[in-house]
């Protein structure tokens, strides 16, 4: 049986004024566009198309609550970093994060990067952000399934040095279901921050 039987879509919010009460704990899920983020949401809560997947990076504009069962949920951040997106776009993005803090059920972030990428420049801003607001972070470092085994821990070895001690990291497949558990232990492992 699914870890999280009861989850369900909540809603969907443009602006801070429509988030939902602030209850319970909330855990964000955040990634560059095309990173692989509604993938992993789907694998690691056991629901075939929960998150919408796309293959037009940059599609989900607004922020998406998932409920994983009451007093439990989990946000869809908006993918960042996609170039293509237009300054109006950047600043709803912007303002939208900026919004996040004050949330005080708030007390977790997943961060998913390519593992083929690495840690950029803007999942490094990402995570100090979150680290201010007092957040634990896990990064899942996506698409493994496209890496041999010996790469694949090169690149958790050199994830790790970047992201240091606080920042706990793992590798992750959604297609070959590489990681799974281990995500879903870390996600419960951050409800209870
Ligand atoms: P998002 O934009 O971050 O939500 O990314 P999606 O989940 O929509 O995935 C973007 C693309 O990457 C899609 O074509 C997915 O099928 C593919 N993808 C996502 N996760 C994985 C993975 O673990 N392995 C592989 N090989 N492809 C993946």
Same mark, same amino acid.
């Given at each position: 049986? /699914?870890?999280?039987?009861?989850?369900?879509?909540?809603? /969907?919010? #443009?602006?801070?004024?429509?988030f939902?009460?602030? @209850?319970?704990?909330?855990?964000?899920f955040?990634?560059? /566009?095309?990173a692989?983020?509604s993938?992993?949401?789907n694998?690691?809560?056991?629901?075939h198309?929960?998150?919408?997947t796309s293959?037009?990076?940059?599609?989900?504009k607004?922020?998406?609550?998932?409920?994983?069962?009451?007093g439990?949920?989990?946000?869809?951040?908006?993918?960042?970093?996609? #170039? =293509? #997106?237009?300054?109006?776009?950047k600043?709803?993005?912007?303002?939208?994060?900026? /919004? $996040?803090? @004050?949330?005080?059920?708030?007390?977790?972030?997943?961060?998913?990067?390519?593992?083929?990428?690495?840690?950029?420049?803007?999942?490094?801003?990402?995570?100090?952000?979150?680290? #201010?607001?007092?957040w634990?972070?896990?990064?899942? $470092?996506?698409?493994?399934?496209?890496?041999?085994?010996r790469?694949r821990?090169?690149?958790?070895?050199e994830?790790?040095?970047?992201?240091?001690?606080?920042?706990?990291a793992?590798?992750?497949?959604?297609?070959?279901g590489?990681?799974?558990?281990?995500? =879903?232990?870390? $996600?419960i492992?951050?409800?209870?921050?």
């Amino acid at each position: 049986m /699914s870890l999280f039987p009861k989850v369900r879509f909540l809603l /969907s919010v #443009a602006g801070a004024d429509q988030f939902p009460p602030d @209850e319970g704990r909330e855990v964000a899920f955040a990634g560059r /566009s095309n990173a692989g983020k509604s993938s992993a949401i789907n694998t690691v809560l056991g629901r075939h198309a929960l998150a919408r997947t796309s293959r037009t990076p940059g599609r989900t504009k607004l922020l998406n609550f998932f409920e994983l069962e009451p007093g439990r949920r989990i946000i869809d951040l908006p993918g960042y970093g996609y #170039a =293509q #997106a237009s300054p109006a776009e950047k600043r709803q993005w912007t303002a939208l994060i900026d /919004s $996040l803090p @004050e949330r005080q059920c708030l007390c977790g972030l997943f961060l998913i990067v390519d593992i083929r990428r690495g840690i950029a420049d803007t999942d490094q801003q990402l995570i100090e952000w979150a680290a #201010a607001a007092g957040w634990q972070v896990h990064v899942l $470092l996506t698409k493994a399934d496209k890496l041999n085994q010996r790469d694949r821990a090169a690149a958790l070895k050199e994830a790790s040095k970047t992201l240091g001690a606080e920042v706990t990291a793992q590798v992750f497949s959604a297609p070959d279901g590489i990681g799974v558990q281990e995500a =879903q232990k870390a $996600l419960i492992r951050l409800f209870s921050s």
